[in-house]
């Protein structure tokens, strides 16, 4: 009887500790606004910059072209991005209609891109450039009004407590010192959060790598909600959000799409949403990637992402100099100026209960909804079904001309005929009762 009683007990235990495990973390009052506020932005940069950009060949270099590490870390010496000016990057992401920046601080090649004291291997001590772009950016992101989030890679390819390819027992690599991996990982995010007080956003990657590990999110998420409960916690494992997550990222895929084969087990969740894609195919510099989406591509990307409640996060990747290529900056500039005109149906809005049709999606702030015409269809109206509230006008943004609409209990025809339509998209703004 008496042992029964304490299996029992140890049963009770074991059942209390599951669910305190998942369901600990309650964001704090500033961080309910930081997520409110990181969903009005809906535009981001996305920059993957480090010592691989050197090759051109993108940030994977070392994994694909099966570089030693003791070679790659060569690098570091020919790294010396003269022309890097905080200014122009910022001025490329305000100008683009951007709201927040994105940038990779260390990525899978291990390289810290900022000032650190807890690894000599980082762009002041073992670059020629002996300087921190970072605290230039985050300096030059908070006068010009641009939230700045970081990228941290969880992968590392070469430290040596890492264990890259090592057998995993027990949640940790069996030729690795996990514990010395995890505290050197505490210890960067305790530095960048105290040193670059601005930043808004952890964005961590390479979960994926070993599902297996036991990568103590409790404590990592804890300590960073501890130095700033309003930082918004986000992870690319390309699962359901876990405990002590703020946000919930998709790559290369608008929410609810698996074209990648990346969103097979990240079903939509209710935290805020964001999916990045990057501007060509390549995330950090390449030479020769030449696969530019063009403006409208992406002017569709962001419609459509806001449009299914999600920010867009665009990948740009600099130039080793630290310059931005030009096809970007030009691209951008018509991105901006078609966001600056039609920015009112685009930030502080929510995607619409209505779900996104053939013809586009809606975007909703307040009483207004904003109905994205995306793709002309040869029928000289759209229909929009189950809106469940009353239209009392319809007008074109920007230009306040009258449109015509039908309202019926099974849904709203909005005739386009005769309507000067925008190749990107045309903007029907709806006043609702
Ligand atoms: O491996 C990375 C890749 O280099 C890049 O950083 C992207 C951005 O979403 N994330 C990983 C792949 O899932």
């Not at 990057?89 to 951007?98: I, P, S």
Request: hydrophobic share 35%; aromatic share 12%; charged share 20%.
């Amino acid at each position: 009887m008496k042992k029964r009683i304490w299996l029992l007990y140890l049963l009770l235990i074991a059942c209390s500790k599951i669910i305190y495990a998942q369901n600990t973390y309650t964001p704090s009052v500033g961080n309910m606004a930081a997520r409110r506020n990181f969903q009005d932005m809906k535009f981001g940069l996305f920059i993957h910059w480090g010592i691989y950009s050197i090759l051109g060949d993108g940030e994977w270099v070392m994994h694909n072209k099966k570089i030693p590490y003791e070679s790659y870390k060569r690098l570091a010496g020919f790294f010396n991005p003269q022309e890097f000016n905080a200014k122009e990057w910022v001025a490329f992401a305000k100008r683009a209609g951007m709201k927040y920046i994105t940038i990779t601080l260390r990525h899978h090649d291990g390289f810290s891109m900022f000032g650190t004291k807890v690894s000599p291997y980082n762009i002041v001590d073992a670059t020629p450039y002996h300087k921190d772009p970072l605290m230039e950016l985050a300096k030059e992101c908070e006068k010009e009004g641009i939230e700045l989030h970081f990228y941290y890679s969880l992968l590392d390819w070469g430290r040596a407590d890492y264990a890259f390819g090592s057998p995993i027992n027990d949640g940790k690599p069996v030729n690795g010192d996990w514990d010395s991996y995890i505290k050197f990982m505490k210890d960067q995010l305790t530095e960048l959060i105290t040193k670059y007080p601005g930043v808004k956003g952890i964005w961590f990657d390479g979960d994926w790598e070993r599902r297996e590990v036991n990568w103590h999110y409790n404590e990592i998420y804890g300590l960073i909600h501890k130095l700033n409960p309003s930082i918004l916690v986000g992870n690319n494992h390309h699962l359901a959000p876990k405990d002590g997550e703020d946000f919930q990222m998709f790559e290369k895929d608008l929410p609810g799409a698996n074209t990648t084969g990346f969103s097979a087990e990240s079903k939509i969740g209710s935290l805020p949403l964001e999916t990045c894609e990057t501007i060509n195919n390549s995330w950090g510099f390449s030479i020769t990637d030449r696969t530019f989406k063009s403006s409208k591509q992406i002017i569709h990307y962001l419609v459509n992402a806001a449009g299914r409640n999600a920010n867009f996060l665009l990948n740009i990747g600099p130039m080793p100099n630290g310059k931005i290529q030009p096809e970007f900056t030009d691209t951008m500039a018509i991105v901006g100026a078609w966001v600056q005109k039609n920015g009112e149906a685009i930030y502080g809005t929510r995607g619409s209960s209505v779900p996104p049709q053939d013809w586009g999606v809606i975007t909703v702030k307040g009483k207004n909804q904003y109905v994205h015409i995306t793709d002309t269809q040869a029928i000289p109206y759209v229909f929009i079904p189950q809106l469940k509230q009353t239209v009392i006008k319809a007008v074109l943004l920007n230009k306040g001309t009258a449109v015509k609409y039908k309202q019926q209990p099974e849904g709203v025809f909005i005739y386009t005929d005769g309507l000067p339509m925008d190749a990107n998209d045309t903007v029907i703004k709806l006043t609702v009762n």
